[in-house]
Every structure is written in structure tokens, then in C-alpha cells.
């Protein structure tokens, strides 16, 4: 009888928590996650918390905002779909829906449509890992910069470095063409680069090097290292 009671009472610790939020250790070197929501129910034959109302999850500066949260207090994961907004300095995240795994330190999210300061993003899917800090877009994912248009089966952003990454990537533009082994973009900078067999077509001009950088504000690029450039002759020239 005494052991029914204890359950019982822990179980209201628990629910009572959720009125202000329930903290889960990601690692002792690594910020906390808080799971916070104003009204919730309790099952306690399944274990699942139903958090009714606006919900968050918030993680070393970023807020994800939820309409509910279904809690899975056994499986340490949670869920939720709808309108669903990530947050964090200048960067939103739209998504229809989120799913949260406590053992794995990482958030999933699908449909995705992000923006910053000068950029903005699209794919089918998204991971959050919490420890350590960086974002995975999957789902032919696309980095916008300006005009350019970078695609790749798999795009990193690295949120301490503020620098996204790519591999095997594509770079279209209007009146532009290109691809490389790898590339990235640093924010702030007004540089694309691609690097690894790079190669640039641009008003039916193709350049190659082993690195090149393109300004994406400007339009101007730079080859690096076995440079290769072919120049087009204009209509009524004749090519030797």
C-alpha cells in the first residue's frame, strides 16, 4: 500500500512540473532541455502526458513553439503537428510537424520552410542534434543566398560556427551553372564557396579550379588552383 501511494505522489510531482516546465539533462558539458506547457493530462496506463495549449521546447537559445505536445514519459520522446515554429537569433523555421527523442539528444522536423538575415532554406527534413550542436536538412534540400540556388542530398548547419556545409553540390542562378564535391557558406560573408573539382558556367563561360568563390552580391568569382577557364566567343566571331 505504501508503494501505491509513493507512485501515486510522484506522479503528481510530475504532472505538477509541467505547469513550468520539465527540464531533461542533455549531458552535464551540454545546455538543458525544457519542455514547458500551461495545461496537461496524465495516463497513467500508457505513461503518455497530453500537453494541451501552446507548448515549447527550448534548447541553448532556440525555442520551437508547438499548438500541443503528446509526451511519452517511458520512451523520453514527444510529439506534435501543425503550425510549428523553430526560433532562434535572427532565424525562423516554419514545420508541420515535430517529433522529439530524449535518448537520442535530437528533434525531427518535416515540411520546412527557414529563412534568416540573408538567406533562406527549404526541405522535406530536418534534424536538430542537441549535443552537439547542429542542424542536418535531408529531403533535397535547398540553401538560398542571394539568387544562387545551392542543392544537395544533405546540407549542415553548424549553429556555434553560424556556417552552413554541403556535399555534392549544385549551384544554379539565372544565366549561371555549377557544381563541386563540397561547398559552404559562412553567414555574414559574401562568399559562396565549392571546392573539390569546381566548375562555373556562367553566359556560357565555364570556369574550373579546384576551389572557387563566388560573390553572391556582385557576381564576381574567383578560381583557385588548376585553373581552367573557356571563354565563349561572341555571335559573329569566329573560334580559332
Known sequence: MRRKYWQVFLLLVLFLSLMTGIVLAVDKNQSEVILKTSSAEYDEKTGIIYAKGQSTIQWDGITMICPYLEMDTLKQEAKSDGEIQAVWEDKTVQSRSLYFYGKDKK????????????????????????????????????????????????????????????????????????????GFYQEGSEFIVLEGNARVEKNGNLLRGEKILINALTGKVKVEGNVEINIMPNEGEESN
Open 107 to 182: 528533434v525531427i522536423m518535416t515540411d520546412i520552410q527557414g529563412k534568416g538575415k540573408d538567406f533562406s532554406f527549404q526541405t522535406k527534413t530536418i534534424d536538430f542534434f542537441l549535443s552537439p550542436g547542429k542542424i542536418v536538412l535531408t529531403g533535397n534540400p535547398i540553401l538560398l543566398v542571394k539568387d544562387f540556388q545551392i542543392k544537395s542530398q544533405r546540407i549542415e548547419y553548424v549553429i556555434n560556427d553560424k556556417k552552413w556545409l554541403a556535399s555534392t553540390v549544385v549551384i544554379e542562378k539565372e544565366g549561371w551553372s555549377g557544381q563541386s564535391n563540397s
